[in-house]
């Protein structure tokens, strides 16, 4: 490789726009979506990428393939897989407590080869919820072992997560820019990295079989947040105890006029979960309803409190739910906990703003952050990424407002329309689809979207489903920064790095050090600009380091993309995230227990593909 390359204006502006989007990733100021599209107007602005390529990522192969399985894990869960699994699950333990958490962990790397990581874990929260339940055993010690496991098994496939998905894209569009003399670089099979993938599944199972789960099992990030689905665990967990009780307004009250908002702001109110004004009844009102003569209150708290509230503001107590019967019925209606994932609109929103009430008619009783429970003012706390949300309302409305994708709830409650009659259906054309993409005359992008053309054909999904099922701010993230590595590679920037440091590196160094230093840096990396991000920066300067040092090209980019998914220590990482409220961990106990793992994982990456190439 040439060493002797000048850094041109266009070398310049492109590494320009890459320190500006690390910079916009850590500081967060904007969402990370909408800076990818900036980045990517700029990319078109300065004529860094042809106008005629600079949307090519929304029509490439990762991000159709992303799309694909999204809507082939929403298929899946439709047929009520899910709940097969728990019971299968509860049944092959046979009450051993280290035997569960190993299949549970096992069966959820396993799927998360053909689904993206944060959907798996999303679909695996209410399974974990449950079998907490059921067993007794602390949510803790389920839900890191289960995101290792879900992280470890998105390696065993090139479309188990983004960063692999990626990869064969980019390393495509490196083709155009290699040396002359240089072998093309042919993009990887389906089950190519299926070595390395079992690999790090299995070290991730033995870690926490022998080292990891005894330290979860000395820690107390457990105390008080298991999610048994009993009145105790809220009261204990959140302060919310007490009976729902019917509260008739009459002529002296001086809640009469007052918004339901105005009622809950009075000093000492009970929960205001329902209210009926004339014939219309209805369960988690919104805070601009109004209160009348002849209204009811549907009010939940200790005994003593309702009694005082109503005494205070001239109510008719009644223990007996005459009205409200058929609302709070627990088959019907209820309390439910869901954590908001890093992709969800609600960030940065107060509860003011969503108004979750008029708009799905739940409501918002109490927040969990960073083990700190927030009652008091909670409509106006904007809500952040790991939050853990209580929420009541009917379960039909709390399955239609989270299809949104907005918050993923933990608690095991009665969904939506199911089709278990359509399980059989599903799973065959799911194998169908595998065996496509097993077929190396058919591109993955076309094989995963054939499965999804299957269950629509066959019912499985409707399309208006599979349409939900797709999480956008992911496709956008992606597709708007693939632009940006194919601008790293042609402008000559990655070429530059590559030569320049290849020049201050000891003669004679050996290669796999020079791949353990890549993968270290693309950790570090995917610490900072997320793990797509890392992914799009480093493969062009991964090539070009290979090329200039005598290695496999293949190698160093594969070492990029699995190294990209190696962060078990921070919320940066999607999965990470989505468990930190659910199970009270705190930064440090990410940092003890995933980063000794985090080292693991390097190792075997760095060994497996040295084997292999």
């Not at 051993?96 to 695996?124: C, D, K, W």
């Not at 980019?170 to 003399?181: D, E, K, R």
Request: hydrophobic content about 50%; overall charge neutral.
């Amino acid at each position: 490789m040439d060493t002797a390359l000048t850094l041109t204006t266009d070398m310049k502006l492109v590494l320009g726009l890459v320190g500006f989007t690390m910079a916009m990733f850590v500081f967060e100021r904007i969402r990370a979506d909408v800076v990818a599209l900036v980045v990517l107007v700029l990319l078109g602005l300065t004529g860094l990428v042809a106008p005629e390529e600079l949307f090519g990522g929304f029509s490439g192969n990762a991000v159709m393939s992303i799309i694909a399985t999204m809507i082939l894990g929403a298929g899946l869960d439709r047929t009520g897989a899910l709940n097969r699994l728990a019971g299968w699950l509860l049944r092959r333990a046979n009450g051993i407590e280290q035997r569960l958490l190993l299949l549970t962990s096992a069966v959820a790397g396993l799927n998360s080869s053909f689904m993206q990581n944060p959907s798996v874990m999303a679909l695996y929260l209410p399974v974990a919820s449950r079998l907490s339940s059921r067993t007794g055993l602390p949510l803790s010690r389920f839900l890191l072992p289960l995101a290792v496991a879900i992280v470890m098994g998105g390696a065993l496939t090139m479309v188990g997560n983004s960063p692999l998905i990626l990869l064969n894209d980019l390393m495509v569009s490196a083709n155009a820019n290699l040396p002359s003399g240089a072998a093309t670089l042919e993009p990887l099979h389906m089950f190519t990295p299926l070595p390395i993938g079992l690999g790090l599944l299995g070290a991730g199972l033995l870690y926490f079989y022998f080292f990891g789960d005894k330290r979860l099992a000395q820690d107390d990030v457990d105390a008080g947040v298991t999610p048994a689905r009993t009145q105790s665990y809220f009261a204990q967990a959140y302060g919310i105890e007490g009976d729902v009780y019917e509260l008739h307004v009459s002529a002296d009250s001086p809640l009469v006029g007052m918004s339901l908002g105005e009622a809950e702001a009075l000093r000492n109110a009970p929960l205001l979960l329902a209210l009926k004004t004339g014939n219309e009844e209805r369960l988690a009102p919104p805070a601009d309803a109004r209160i009348w003569v002849g209204s009811v209150l549907g009010a939940m708290g200790p005994k003593q409190q309702v009694a005082d509230f109503a005494q205070n503001n001239f109510l008719r107590l009644s223990t007996r739910l005459r009205t409200f019967g058929d609302l709070f019925n627990p088959s019907r209606a209820g309390i439910a906990e869901a954590v908001v994932p890093p992709t969800s609109n609600y960030i940065g929103k107060t509860q003011a703003e969503l108004q979750l009430r008029k708009q799905f008619g739940i409501s918002l009783l109490a927040v969990n952050r960073d083990k700190q429970v927030h009652r008091e003012n909670v409509r106006q706390l904007p809500l952040r990424s790991g939050d853990m949300l209580v929420l009541h309302g009917i379960w039909q409305d709390l399955a239609q407002a989270s299809e949104g994708k907005d918050f993923v709830v933990v608690t095991d409650y009665p969904k939506g329309e199911q089709r278990p009659h359509k399980f059989k259906i599903a799973m065959g054309i799911f194998a169908i689809t595998m065996l496509l993409a097993l077929s190396t005359r058919i591109p993955v992008s076309i094989a995963l979207m054939t499965g999804v053309a299957g269950m629509l054909i066959a019912g499985v999904l409707h399309i208006d489903e599979a349409y939900a099922a797709i999480n956008w701010k992911t496709v956008f993230l992606m597709a708007c920064l693939i632009p940006l590595g194919w601008a790293m590679d042609s402008s000559g920037a990655a070429a530059w790095i590559a030569g320049h440091t290849i020049e201050r590196l000891p003669e004679d160094l050996p290669v796999w050090v020079i791949e353990v230093a890549i993968g270290v840096l693309t950790t570090i990396f995917s610490l900072v600009i997320s793990h797509v991000g890392a992914t799009i920066v480093m493969v062009p300067m991964a090539i070009n380091l290979a090329l200039a040092a005598g290695g496999n090209p293949t190698a160093f980019a594969l070492i990029v993309a699995l190294s990209a998914s190696n962060n078990f220590m921070t919320a940066s990482n999607p999965v990470m995230s989505m468990i930190t409220g659910p199970a009270g961990y705190q930064p440090r106990d990410l940092w003890r227990i995933g980063g000794p793992l985090a080292l693991v994982y390097l190792l075997i990456v760095v060994i497996a593909v040295n084997l292999m190439f």
